[in-house]
């Protein structure tokens, strides 16, 4: 086939409606740095399955030179949004936000509906962005982990009578806390000495006892409340006892990082608009625990552009930070207990400590947690073996990419198992269920834990 001349060449198929700009899909040199980084690259071993692939297909599209098909829908929907291509790319393409941006354009025009994408669409747009429903959800999952649903249902996956899909879903889902515990008002009545909690028309203020060194907000997300709230009330507790101000808006609302992986980039926005303007009074940082979250609010001021919001979205985006990083940078006291192996309090606490995706590769934050991790008596830190590859959880892509997923998470167990810790440590909620989902199935005696819980059991003792 001839090549089209300029004056003959085909218009592209991106339409003008928030497309990923020409200039950043032509800044990759292909050079292929990024195929070894890559986890589907790696498993696959095929260039559309390359973040230099998928970059190729895209400009095919921006130039014209093809239009989406199933194929090409595929390679783009494979890929786990991890980023470490951005980590190793010398020519510094914003991958992440061209590959959503395409999904977007793709979901908006082409995307054909299934009953699983249906469910999976309508759970983004009207579940996740309103508390009380997930709230609720959380609510009936409980039911199900009491007997006898619990071995009803346990019976139905080891059968394969369920659906994978639900099946892993039940398998990854956390012990949820009762309804009445869950709500952070709860942190109350276990506040350190000395601290107050303050309900204000705007949201809650938690005052540390003393001097106060600074004023943070707390982003606590859609499901963290509902079925991680110990995690939440932990990260609140830890913030006052390096003396500072917690403020947490009312209008607060999810961060919009599963939408825009998914291309509804009308609902991510809608979201990261409604945060600008919860967050905007003035907190020195806004404070995430979960990785997930934390790379969104810092993406606000991309994803907001050009609105009349821009101004704001940016000064979020400056001040969004993982709680490591702001613990780290105040600092803490000196923490109350020791730690120690569960099975021999005069051995160290083994510790090893996976870097969440969107931590390492988004944020650029690696060192906070293990300098945190470090200053805990009685840990001994030792390092993972490829720490920063992805584990396969990646939002919901546990779910809808369910092989490809669990050969990532081969690869990290693996890994896991060489260096042998008590605790696997991450930074990321979805990380840890995922992990101790296959880390269960391979019969592996180890404890998967959020980072603020290493912190709180030596910092605010057992039973905080």
């Not at 093809?66 to 980023?83: E, G, M, N, Q, Y």
Request: hydrophobic share 45%; proline share 8%; aromatic share 4%.
């Amino acid at each position: 086939m001839d090549t089209p001349t300029p004056s003959t060449r085909p218009a592209g198929w991106f339409d003008a409606d928030d497309a990923p700009p020409g200039p950043d899909l032509a800044t990759c040199i292909h050079c292929g740095l990024c195929l070894t980084a890559c986890p589907t690259y790696r498993t696959l071993k095929t260039e559309p399955d390359s973040p230099r692939g998928r970059l190729y297909l895209m400009r095919g599209l921006a130039e014209g030179r093809i239009a989406p098909s199933d194929a090409l829908v595929t390679h783009l929907d494979r890929c786990l949004d991890c980023r470490a291509c951005e980590t190793v790319c010398p020519a510094g393409v914003p991958y992440s936000q061209l590959l959503e941006a395409t999904r977007g354009q793709i979901e908006r025009r082409t995307r054909r509906a299934s009953l699983a994408r249906l469910a999976g669409t309508w759970a983004l747009r009207a579940v996740l962005p309103h508390r009380g429903r997930v709230q609720w959800v959380a609510s009936l999952l409980r039911l199900s982990q009491a007997p006898p649903l619990a071995a009803i249902a346990r019976a139905m996956s080891e059968r394969g009578v369920l659906p994978r899909v639900m099946a892993q879903g039940l398998a990854m889902t956390p012990a949820i806390a009762p309804r009445a515990a869950r709500p952070l008002e709860a942190v109350a009545r276990a506040l350190p000495a000395g601290a107050r909690m303050e309900s204000r028309a705007g949201g809650l203020v938690f005052h540390p006892a003393g001097t106060r060194r600074d004023v943070v907000a707390l982003h606590t997300s859609c499901v963290m409340p509902a079925f991680f709230p110990a995690l939440d009330h932990a990260t609140v507790q830890l913030l006052l006892i390096a003396g500072l101000e917690v403020r947490v808006p009312a209008a607060r609302t999810c961060c919009g990082a599963l939408q825009a992986h998914a291309g509804l980039r009308a609902e991510a926005k809608a979201l990261a608009t409604r945060n600008t303007a919860a967050f905007a009074d003035g907190a020195t940082f806004i404070v995430s625990n979960s990785a997930g979250c934390g790379a969104a609010l810092r993406e606000t001021g991309h994803l907001l552009h050009g609105s009349p919001a821009a101004e704001a979205a940016t000064s979020l985006s400056t001040r969004a930070r993982d709680v490591s990083e702001v613990l780290a940078h105040f600092g803490l006291p000196e923490p109350a207990r020791t730690l120690h192996a569960p099975e021999d309090p005069a051995r160290p606490l083994r510790v090893t400590y996976h870097d969440a995706c969107h931590l390492a590769h988004a944020q650029r934050v690696r060192e906070a947690p293990r300098r945190l991790l470090r200053a805990l008596p009685g840990v001994e830190l030792v390092e993972l073996p490829d720490a920063d590859w992805c584990c396969g959880s990646a939002g919901t892509y546990n779910l809808s990419q369910p092989d490809l997923a669990d050969a990532q998470l081969v690869g990290k167990l693996d890994r896991v198992a060489q260096v042998a810790p008590h605790v696997v440590v991450a930074s990321n909620p979805g990380c840890l269920l995922h992990m101790q989902r296959g880390a269960e199935a391979r019969g592996m005696r180890v404890r998967q834990a959020h980072v603020v819980e290493l912190l709180a059991e030596a910092h605010l003792g057992a039973g905080h």
